[in-house]
């Protein structure tokens, strides 16, 4: 990581998103941003909105009605608060001059040590990002092929359906999506990706609430899934805690908040309206998750599935089944590259760094396309085999351990508390020299300090349900 932590990033960011649109140039040099309240709050659902959403019931169903809502509710508050700790550290406390990533707003905040450190979480949870949706963009498509399978053979046939040909065709296609140079270049994607992840969502929230108006929910406690045959009170305190590491994953994406932020405009102030983006965003995921969650819960009581729209709870109407799963597809088509950008542009920005006169690294070649070959696309040697690189190592991954849940949860717990807790609050605090020991400071910690045991707890949980998946597991071999 140490080429990493030597540098400044004063290359273009991996999600400098809609800054070439026009000519004028904004205070540091570079273009103009076009950025805005609507257009940032977009970029979070997408960001937010992900295949976290899918395991709230079976979240919910662990926890309970009580503790359950209560988790996704204290989630959504810290969440919002933290965001906006990192909302006022986006500008140098001495210069006042822009940082372009989290991790320059870390450096300058908390110095060089903590910005390595800040790194190496970064980009440990950006790859484990793009792995898991890798696994969660296979189980959508392979779950239309069992919806179709279900509808035409009947709903007590086995269709079983590997995974492994749609984890294969997702790395093929985000092969070629990560050909393109730079997030600002796919601006039209978070759009198209936050009506996916609406739409998607609305159509679980709609059959859920359908099978509990009908008369077909299930039964359902207070406390969640019950003690007893099948059940011990060891696995359910397990679950639990996979729970709320389920649950913080849904809320994760402070990784790549300030790249969002340095995407609007100079005025009104960018932590205004980053402030304001994030209360839009947040509210209205937390709308969403609470819909999904405890609407599924009440469709599918304490044998709610891991998975809303692929564990088969709903079998009718197929076509809706199947266009639901489609959109999660499409939206994590273009989340992955939204997660992946930053770990590109990241090495190729120290690559061109350390050899600025190789031809391999630094040189476009034109290449002509259409008809006439009038119309032109670049290659870098550099990006094509780098990028392929990484998403060929990633997909493998996802065919090594094609575990839902338990990836979800892990990513929670490993990314939550220190991006979405720990390093802001450690700013905040630094920035406004709050004192050690006042009231104000203390609050803070103990957020801190609840943060960090969630998350030890549900790293516990994870790694013990991949131990227990694992002793059963035969690698390439999984179909449901």
């Given at each position: 990581m140490q080429g990493f932590g030597d540098e400044n990033f004063e290359g273009e960011s991996g999600l400098e998103i809609q800054k070439a649109a026009n000519a004028e140039l904004d205070d540091d040099?570079?273009?103009?941003?076009?950025?805005?309240?609507?257009?940032?709050?977009?970029?979070?659902?997408t960001a937010i909105i992900g295949s976290g959403v899918l395991s709230l019931a079976w979240g919910v169903a662990q926890l309970g009605w009580i503790a359950g809502v209560a988790t996704l509710v204290i989630f959504s508050a810290i969440t919002l608060y933290t965001s906006s700790l990192l909302a006022d550290c986006y500008r140098s406390p001495l210069t006042g001059k822009r940082n372009y990533t989290y991790k320059d707003v870390v450096k300058n905040n908390l110095g060089q040590t903590m910005y390595v450190a800040c790194a190496m979480v970064q980009y440990a949870n950006l790859c484990g990002m793009v792995v898991g949706y890798t696994i969660t963009a296979s189980i959508s498509m392979a779950a239309i092929q069992k919806s179709d399978c279900f509808h035409s053979r009947g709903h007590e046939n086995l269709c079983s359906v590997s995974h492994n040909p749609y984890m294969i065709g997702m790395g093929i296609l985000e092969i070629f999506?990560?050909?393109?140079p730079n997030f600002h270049k796919l601006s039209m994607l978070s759009v198209v990706a936050a009506i996916m992840s609406f739409a998607y969502s609305s159509i679980g929230v709609g059959l859920a609430l359908a099978k509990v108006i009908s008369g077909q929910g299930e039964r359902t406690t207070l406390t969640g899934v019950e003690v007893g045959i099948g059940l011990s009170a060891a696995e359910k305190t397990w679950r639990m805690?996979?729970?709320?590491?389920?649950?913080a994953f849904a809320y994760t994406y402070s990784q790549i908040l300030v790249e969002i932020q340095d995407t609007l405009k100079a005025t009104p102030p960018e932590n205004q309206v980053m402030k304001k983006a994030n209360i839009v965003a947040v509210s209205t995921t937390t709308a969403f998750y609470m819909m999904c969650g405890c609407f599924g819960y009440a469709a599918f009581g304490n044998n709610a599935p891991g998975n809303l729209l692929t564990g088969f709870g709903f079998y009718e109407p197929f076509w809706l089944v199947d266009l639901a799963n489609a959109c999660i597809v499409l939206h994590l088509v273009g989340a992955y590259q939204v997660f992946a950008q930053p770990v590109f542009s990241a090495v190729e920005l120290w690559a061109n760094k350390k050899w600025?006169?190789?031809n391999f690294v630094t040189r476009d070649y034109k290449i002509g396309i259409g008809k006439n070959r009038n119309k032109f696309t670049s290659v870098n040697l550099m990006r094509l085999i780098w990028r392929s690189s990484f998403v060929i190592v990633a997909t493998l991954?996802?065919?090594?351990?094609?575990?839902?849940?338990?990836i979800l949860a892990f990513l929670g717990a490993m990314g939550y508390w220190p991006l979405t807790v720990y390093f802001p609050i450690e700013m905040y605090i630094a920035k406004n020299k709050i004192k050690k020991w006042s009231r104000r400071w203390l609050g803070l910690q103990l957020i801190n300090s609840v943060c960090l045991l969630v998350a030890v707890a549900a790293g516990c949980g994870s790694i013990q349900g991949l131990n227990k998946a694992l002793k059963t597991y035969k690698p390439f071999q999984v179909k449901e």
């Open positions: 040099g570079k273009p103009s941003r076009t950025g805005n309240l609507w257009t940032a709050s977009a970029h979070i659902i999506l990560s050909q393109i805690f996979r729970a709320f590491g389920d649950i600025p006169k190789s991954f996802a065919l090594i351990l094609p575990f839902f849940n338990d």
